[in-house]
């Protein structure tokens, strides 16, 4: 690898890296979400049947 393209490619996996870690925050993100959802819903039915 040249110098001239080793720092293009440094920052392309940054940039990549930093993409990944957006993304698996936004499915933590979501997977807590609906997690959430999914209790309410069961104390709403257990209240309403109960």
């Given amino acids: 690898m040249t110098p001239e ?6 920052i392309a996996i940054a940039v990549t890296r930093r993409q990944d870690e957006e993304r698996n925050t936004l499915r933590a993100l979501l997977i807590s979400s609906l997690f959430a ?14």
């Fill in 5 to 10: 393209n080793r720092k293009p490619r440094a």
């Fill in 37 to 50: 959802a999914s209790m309410l819903a069961t104390l709403a039915t257990s209240y309403l049947l109960g």
